[in-house]
């Protein structure tokens, strides 16, 4: 690696390599396999390997191009099946199998040889997030040698961790703001660690602040894809139509470097067997290094590629048990007091067959059923379910990082204002958090102020990822209200003089139950608080309950609770040119409770709308690991009006340890749709969807396999 001719460009005012860093040259994650920068070896099209900080963007890009890398061209591999031959390349020394989860269930070939039986191989592609805002930090230098970053990103604790190793630097010296951040969907809980460690870097080496704002393509490049996975299901029933076993292989594709694929694949291996009461299943579930960009976090986190291969393989095997595929999956399905294919008893908040019965009623299911096939408009028609199970937060996997903290001061004017570990990053958060507090402490939504996210205010509260915010920061700040209520009440209840059961605080005021005309306002009960020097501030906290997981056997309580769904798919498939078009959708979900109703009916639309790109439009092309889609022009994210109409139902069944009773919804959103879609294509053409996105080649190669006489 050459950087003099870099380090001539006027302008210029440093060039660093691996050689560089004070530190550790790690990005730490879960599998510590990935330098900051490349000191020997690159793995993949856009790694990085030198730092270059200039008074302009045009110096630093010419700074950029001037260094000169000899790199000597070796064998790669391409796909997961690929990396996992005997005889295949290896990305890393210790081999391309880093991972290998399991779940063992009874036992499954011999149900399978006793039942009636559906096999197949399927595969799912890479989806790139395309989040609006690219990825971007700012790294302001102190004089006292700590360092304060700010930046666009989900994780503040994660880029916390990363800068304090790369820097050599103690974590109390290393302080992550989250500035508003326009998207993220996942790809920006990994990868901003190591933007911010670059700007960082350069930051600490030069003593000036530091931006780095990548542009589409460099974003591309170098940010997390959605795991690309290739799948053998091999699932079993009995001629009455009792689920008997099912017998899965799952490889995902991690990319050059492991990132988050053991937390990723860990979720999609305990849902693999799908939502359904099963007494016998065998997974396998390999991440598989390749010279491909690195897979990481994608809303839905491994779930929509095996909802995808369990689902599909679902509407098939009830297609040849000769079974309507909603009356097979009722007949199957998980219940309270179920056990799910890791073994896990299903205590409460179950509302799955309710959300199955809702959309089936108002999506008219049975009469469209029946009405499927070529219509007046020459159009074949078509619908299919999905449904899913999603276990809430961060598992047995991620059980270390599961706490959340909150801090909550009351005010003496009587407004309040609340410091979270947990990003606002479009889905909501700050409404929903903002609610809670309100109404802990008796307030009126507008008095409540959410501060941005920094880690200097509250502890690691762990990565807003995994649906997990509302349920962890949300119970975090009813634990500091608590406290703050607490202290309030016996005050209040001196003012009003009352007892201090009997009060009760909302819309502002303090009163007495069933007496709302003997009230005082809380300003004034905070005022007086103040004046009797009471502490009007609280931290708060919330641990997850707890999880057991045994990896050899994949039994036991993976997650602390589950939010179920289902949704189902209208298509219209054009004989002639292979075209999908996603006509309508209804979406029933539990819930819990929807503290913020009109919040959670658009994150299931945002979820399904972006659920129906990866079915349908969404192909992210690699030619031998590098991309060809970088850009907007190339890579085609459904718009506004490539929207379906959607109907969204709201089913609650709370949970007793959520706040209020909700759970989270985000993720749930986007998981049975590609599935949906494609059992959709299959009830209106007849041919089996393997392989998503469904291009119109696909649809008509099925077609013309089929020949004449069955379409």
């Known amino acids: 690696l050459d950087v003099s001719a870099a380090r001539a460009v006027p302008g210029v005012v440093a060039v660093l390599t691996a050689a560089d860093i004070p530190g550790r040259n790690l990005v730490p994650l879960m599998i510590e396999d990935e330098p900051l920068l490349a000191e020997s070896e690159v793995r993949y099209v856009g790694e990085a390997m030198a730092l270059v900080a200039a008074e302009t963007p045009e110096a630093a890009l010419e700074a950029a191009l001037a260094v000169r890398a000899e790199i000597e061209e070796r064998p790669g591999v391409f796909t997961g099946s690929a990396a996992m031959r005997p005889d295949a390349p290896l990305v890393h020394a210790t081999g391309n199998v880093p991972i290998h989860l399991k779940i063992r269930r009874g036992d499954a070939g011999p149900a399978l040889d006793a039942s009636v039986v559906v096999e197949d191989s399927l595969r799912t592609g890479p989806q790139e997030h395309f989040y609006i805002e690219t990825l971007g930090a700012i790294a302001d230098p102190r004089e006292d040698g700590s360092i304060v970053l700010h930046g666009s990103m989900q994780c503040p604790y994660y880029v916390q961790r990363a800068v304090a190793a790369v820097l050599g630097l103690p974590l109390g010296r290393v302080r992550i703001i989250q500035t508003t951040t326009g998207g993220a969907f996942g790809g920006k809980e990994d990868v901003p660690s190591e933007v911010c460690s670059c700007a960082a870097m350069l930051a600490h080496h030069t003593g000036r602040p530091v931006k780095i704002i990548y542009s589409r393509e460099e974003d591309v490049r170098r940010s997390s894809k959605r795991h690309p996975t290739e799948m053998r299901y091999r699932v079993g029933a009995s001629r009455s139509g009792t689920l008997a076993a099912v017998e899965a292989e799952i490889i995902g594709d991690i990319g050059a470097y492991a990132t988050l694929s053991p937390a990723v694949l860990f979720r999609a291996n305990c849902h693999a067997a799908g939502p359904y009461v099963l007494d016998h299943a065998h ?207 016996p005050i209040a209840a001196e003012m009003l003089d009352a007892a201090p059961a009997s009060l009760r605080f909302a819309g502002g005021k303090a009163f007495v139950e069933g007496q709302p005309e003997r009230a005082v306002a809380m300003a004034d009960v905070a005022r007086e608080c103040f004046q009797r020097k009471v502490n009007l501030a609280a931290d708060g906290w919330f641990q997850a309950p707890a999880t057991s997981y045994d990896l050899e056997t994949g039994q036991g309580d993976a997650y602390f609770i589950y939010s179920w769904a289902t949704q189902i798919a209208e298509v219209a498939v054009s004989p002639r040119t292979g075209r999908v078009e996603l006509l309508r959708v209804t979406a029933a979900h539990d819930v819990g409770r929807a503290l913020y109703p009109d919040g959670v009916i658009g994150q299931i639309e945002g979820g399904i709308v972006q659920g129906m790109g990866y079915a349908l439009q969404e192909d992210f092309r690699l030619e031998r690991g590098r991309p060809l889609t970088e850009r907007f022009s190339s890579y085609t994210i459904p718009s506004s009006l490539d929207a379906p109409e959607i109907e969204t139902i709201l089913v609650e069944e709370p949970w007793s340890k959520g706040p209020f009773g909700a759970k989270g919804v985000g993720e749930p959103a986007i998981i049975p749709i590609a599935a949906a879609v494609a059992n959709a294509v299959y009830h209106a053409t007849g041919v089996p969807v393997r392989e998503i996105p469904i291009s119109p080649e696909l649809i008509l190669r099925g077609l013309a396999e089929r020949g004449p006489a069955e379409r």
């Open 283 to 489: 997974v396998d579930t390999y991440g598989v290094y390749t010279d491909n960009p690195q897979s990481g976090a994608f809303r839905g986190f491994g779930q929509p590629q095996v909802c995808f291969g369990i689902e599909t393989m679902m509407d098939r095997l009830a297609v040849a048990l000769g079974m309507d595929p909603l009356d097979f999956r009722l007949q199957n399905l998980l219940r309270l007091g179920s056990r799910t294919a890791t073994g896990q008893l299903l205590a409460e908040s179950v509302g799955l067959e309710k959300t199955v019965l809702a959309a089936r009623g108002r999506s008219r299911w049975d009469e469209k059923r029946r009405a499927g096939g070529r219509r007046e408009d020459g159009l074949l028609h078509g619908i299919g379910a999905a449904l899913c199970a999603y276990g809430v937060s961060l598992g047995a996997k991620g059980k270390y990082l599961d706490g959340s903290g909150a801090y909550v001061q009351l005010h003496q004017d009587g407004s309040a204002t609340v410091a979270v570990g947990g990003t606002e990053i479009g889905q909501g958060a700050l409404t929903v958090l903002a609610q809670i507090a309100g109404e802990a402490l008796g307030l009126p939504i507008e008095r409540v102020q959410i501060g941005e996210v920094d880690t200097s205010r509250v502890p690691d509260s762990g990565p807003t990822v995994a649906s997990r915010t509302t349920v962890m920061s949300g119970n975090a700040v009813l634990d500091a209200a608590s406290q703050i209520q607490a202290r309030l009440r």
